[in-house]
């Protein structure tokens, strides 16, 4: 992966989270959930 890759995760539960966190140290990252509810808490 270079500097101009970009990383979307599916789902921000136990998982999907920390590996969006992770990977947003080094690359830019969006994340994505169905569950309003956990949207609204990030």
């Known amino acids: 992966m270079n500097k101009q890759t970009k990383i979307a995760v599916i789902g921000l539960g136990y998982?999907?989270?920390?590996?969006?966190?992770?990977?947003?140290?080094?690359?830019?990252?969006?994340?994505?959930?169905?569950?309003q509810k956990r949207i609204e808490e990030l």
Do not use: M
Not at 15 to 35: M, Q
């Open 15 to 35: 998982v999907g989270l920390p590996l969006a966190r992770l990977f947003s140290t080094k690359y830019p990252v969006v994340g994505f959930d169905i569950n």
